[in-house]
């Protein structure tokens, strides 16, 4: 049996405005899907839904992803899949994507090929298009590569970008599921209707971004969260927050977080807030006790490897 992990990923900067060709910032996180694959009949496991339908998305992804393996190499189609995730489904944390570079990677190994990280990122990209139908790839670099990356119109630039182990980013899931797509359309329309102001509004997530992209570099952790509150604001005044994301916000610069925002596409999905190492513990405990979902994350520097 093969196994192999891949992270999921936060959009730190610039989502919805990334759209439109405003740059953004992602990372990979430590959090995990697991997938291992050894010989059998091609049946496809999840740990935490059982047994995945033939008629599902999940299925016809996995089956892309090996008619593409077996377009460049020839290897047995009959193999068994087991799928452990960590990572919450339609948060936008990157869920599907680590799954599917996982299973390239762990495929590619029971498959007894020479392969490089770049081709593990292109058959997972195939996956992807199954399950989300124009995926920017943001989703599957992050997971194959791991680590910081800028991206804007499509073009992908790792950052030499790494933080200490004095901060933590703590994930509240807000359990408010929503389609991406529909969200984005909103934005857009709402920009048709009003360009002169948007217009603005999109300038100054530019700048943000680019202000983030040296606060990151010189670890400034201040700066970082008021950019990230900015963010949250600027998201919030394009419409995609939520009443829910907007607590969570406020409870977590109000217990001590240097700074936090919704993060992916909004309404409801995820809130993340930068939190000191000294403070993680008793936030999240709290936070917890109130009844949110709330788990820590660090960034994942290796990106797809094998267990
Ligand atoms: O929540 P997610 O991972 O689906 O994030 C979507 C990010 C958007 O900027 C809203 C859309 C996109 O395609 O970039």
């Known amino acids: 049996m093969t196994c192999s992990k891949a992270p999921g990923k936060i959009v ?15 990372f990979a996180v ?47 189609e009959d193999v068994k899949i087991l799928i452990d995730s960590e990572i919450p489904i339609g948060s936008g944390m990157g869920s599907s994507a680590a799954l599917s570079v996982a299973l390239a990677h762990a495929y590619l190994t029971h498959c007894n ?36 990356l800028k991206y804007r119109s499509g073009v992908f630039e790792k950052l030499e970008v790494r933080l200490g182990e004095e901060v933590y980013f703590l994930v509240v ?11 984005v359309e909103e934005v857009l329309k ?16 530019s700048a943000l971004v680019e202000k983030a992209l040296k606060s990151l570099e010189e670890r400034d952790y201040e700066s970082i969260g008021r950019l990230m509150l900015l ?26 977080c240097l700074g936090a925002k919704l993060s992916g596409a909004g309404k409801g999905g995820i809130v993340i807030g930068l939190v000191k190492e000294s403070l993680v513990d008793k936030i999240e405990g709290e936070l917890r006790n109130e009844g ?16």
């Open 113 to 148: 090929v020479d392969f490089d990280k770049k081709l593990v990122n292109e058959i997972a990209y195939e996956a992807e298009k199954e399950v989300h139908s124009k995926p920017s790839g943001i989703d599957n670099t992050l997971a194959t590569f791991g680590g910081f």
């Open 30 to 76: 430590s959090k995990y899907a697991k997938v291992c694959v050894e010989d059998g009949s091609l049946n496809i496991i999840s740990k935490q839904t059982g047994r995945v339908e033939q008629d599902s998305l999940l299925y016809r992804a996995v089956k892309r992803l090996i008619t593409k393996v077996n377009s460049i190499f020839e290897c047995s």
């Open 292 to 307: 949110f979902e709330v788990f820590r994350v660090t960034p994942d520097y290796e990106g797809v490897r094998n267990v």
């Open 173 to 183: 899931n807000t359990n408010l599921r929503r389609q991406t797509g529909k969200i």
């Open 190 to 205: 709402l920009y048709e209707k009003y360009p002169e102001i948007l217009e603005n509004v999109y300038n100054a997530a």
């Open 231 to 256: 963010n949250h604001g600027l998201l919030w005044t394009i419409g995609v927050s939520h009443e829910v994301n907007d607590l969570i916000v406020h409870k977590l610069v109000a217990k001590g």
């Open 12 to 26: 730190l900067f610039g989502e919805h405005f990334v759209v439109k060709g405003a740059p953004a910032i992602g």
